[in-house]
């Protein structure tokens, strides 16, 4: 059983306030993700992680930013937020070995007025 | 440009009968396929996967077959049950790319009717 958490589950927030998405994981693993869906739309890789004080923007870009000061921990940060960034926003991590899947979170609703 | 194609946005399938879900790749250098399943309001949890040296991998229900030459792959559920209704997404990786990194199809919402 994967335990990877996310919080909060769900988030309506104003424009123009700063948010912070958090993403905790049990399980030891070095590589951690963030993916943002919308609707009907592929997951999109937004930022990664190999390990701590280690990190990666994805293929779409963000506005968003991210940390990884601890192994367990990889939280997410919208300085600004905007309409624009009202999604779904799953973090997921992969343990050591090639052929391991990736495990997601729960996933955080984000809407942004 | 979409490296991995489900070109069927919604399957419907009665019970107990095959449901078979479609993935096509463009990406040569992709050698690891996994299907996810989602619920709404959740996140994927991982199905099944096939390596690139195999064409078939089975796991109760599920079976996978990959055809490289083609660059298709598909998922078979057989037999069907209401509970497995859910939006499946395909996803591929390079293992040798290091970062591991996933893309994904857009999914493809079966329907399971009892």
């Known amino acids: 059983e994967a335990d990877i958490y996310q919080t909060p589950r769900y988030l309506v927030i104003g424009t123009g306030k700063k948010i912070t998405l958090e993403c905790s994981q049990t399980?030891?693993?070095?590589?951690m993700y963030w993916y943002q869906q919308d609707p009907g739309m592929e997951l999109h890789l937004i930022h990664y992680?190999?390990?701590?004080?280690?990190?990666e923007k994805g293929d779409l870009s963000s506005e968003s930013t991210v940390s990884r000061i601890r192994t367990e921990h990889f939280p997410l940060t919208l300085e600004s937020a905007r309409p624009s960034h009202t999604s779904q926003y799953l973090c997921?991590?992969?343990?050591?070995?090639?052929?391991?899947?990736?495990?997601f979170g729960p996933g955080t609703r984000l809407t942004v007025l | 440009d979409q490296q991995v194609k489900q070109n069927s946005p919604s399957l419907s399938v009665q019970e107990g009968r095959i449901s078979i879900l479609n993935c096509d790749y463009t990406?040569?250098?992709?050698?690891?396929f996994l299907w996810y399943k989602k619920y709404p309001a959740e996140g994927p949890t991982f199905l099944i996967s096939?390596?690139?040296?195999?064409d078939k991998n089975e796991d109760g229900r599920f079976t996978v077959f990959l055809n490289k030459s083609a660059k298709h792959l598909s998922l078979h559920i057989v037999p069907s049950q209401p509970g497995d209704s859910a939006v499946y997404f395909c996803?591929?990786?390079?293992?040798?790319?290091?970062?591991?990194?996933?893309?994904f199809g857009k999914g493809t919402k079966l329907s399971v009717i009892p």
């Open positions: 997921a991590s992969k343990g050591q070995g090639a052929y391991n899947e990736q495990f």
């Open positions: 399980m030891g693993h070095d590589k």
């Open positions: 992680s190999y390990g701590v004080n280690s990190t």
């Open positions: 990406n040569s250098m992709f050698d690891y």
């Open positions: 096939i390596s690139s040296i195999k």
């Open positions: 996803a591929a990786t390079t293992t040798g790319a290091g970062s591991y990194q996933l893309t």
